[in-house]
C-alpha cells in the first residue's frame, strides 16, 4: 500500500514537471520552421532576397504612418525570417495569401518561430506581388506598397496604433517581386506557467 501512494506521488510530481516543461519551452523546430529555414537559407536558382526593398518599404509603411499622424515603426529583424520564407513560399508557389503552401496559418507560422503568438498583444500581415515587366527597383517597390493602401485590411495594418514594430522580407524572380510585412506590437515576456 505505501509503495502505491509512492508511486502515485512520483507520477505526479513527474506529471507536473512535465506540463510545466512543455509549456515553457519554445517551440523551435518543427514541419513550418524547418520548410521556412529551407526556403532562407536556399532560395530557388534565380532567385534573391532583397534587403534593399526590404529596407525601402519599412521606409514606405513609416512614410504612410507619419502621413496618417502614426508613430512610426521600428524595423526589426525578428520575424524577419518569417516574412521572407513567406515571400518565397507565394513566388514558387504562385499565390498570395496569408496561408503558407504547406496549410500553416499565419498564427501557426509566427509560433513556428517565437514558441507561441499569443506573446503578442497585436500582430499583423501584409503580402502582395508585383509580377508586371518593369525594372525591380523602388518605383516596383513603390507600387506593390500602393497595392497595400488601396486595400481596406492591409491599409488597417499599416496604421494600426498598436504596431510598434516591423520585419519585411522581399524576394526576386526576373521582373517579379513578392513582398511580405509583419507588423507586431512589445512581445510579453513568458513566463514558466503562461
Not at 30 to 37: I, T, V
Not at 157 to 165: A, K, M, Q
Request: include cysteine; aromatic fraction near 10%; hydrophobic fraction near 45%.
Amino acid at each position: 500500500m505505501r509503495l502505491r501512494v509512492e508511486i502515485r506521488r512520483f507520477l505526479l510530481g513527474f506529471a507536473i514537471l512535465l506540463a510545466a516543461c512543455l509549456q515553457a519551452a519554445p517551440v523551435i523546430a518543427g514541419p513550418y520552421r524547418d520548410f521556412a529555414e529551407r526556403l532562407n537559407e536556399s532560395p530557388p536558382n534565380g532567385t534573391a532576397f532583397r534587403p534593399d526593398l526590404e529596407d525601402l518599404l519599412a521606409d514606405l509603411a513609416n512614410s504612410y504612418r507619419a502621413e496618417e499622424d502614426k508613430e512610426l515603426l521600428t524595423p526589426d529583424p525578428m520575424l524577419r525570417e518569417l516574412a521572407r520564407a513567406h515571400a518565397a513560399d507565394m513566388m514558387i508557389n504562385d499565390f498570395v495569401g496569408h496561408k503558407a503552401s504547406t496549410g500553416h496559418d499565419f498564427s501557426s507560422r509566427v509560433s513556428a518561430f517565437v514558441g507561441d503568438a499569443s506573446r503578442f498583444p497585436s500582430i499583423g500581415e501584409n503580402a502582395a506581388r508585383d509580377t508586371q515587366k518593369t525594372p525591380v527597383d523602388a518605383k516596383k517597390a513603390r507600387a506593390l506598397f500602393a497595392q497595400w493602401i488601396k486595400s481596406r485590411s492591409h491599409r488597417k495594418n499599416l496604421v494600426n496604433r498598436s504596431f510598434r514594430f516591423v520585419s519585411t522580407g522581399v524576394i526576386q524572380r526576373g521582373n517579379s517581386i513578392w513582398a511580405v510585412q509583419v507588423f507586431f506590437a512589445t512581445p510579453r515576456e513568458k513566463g514558466l506557467f503562461q
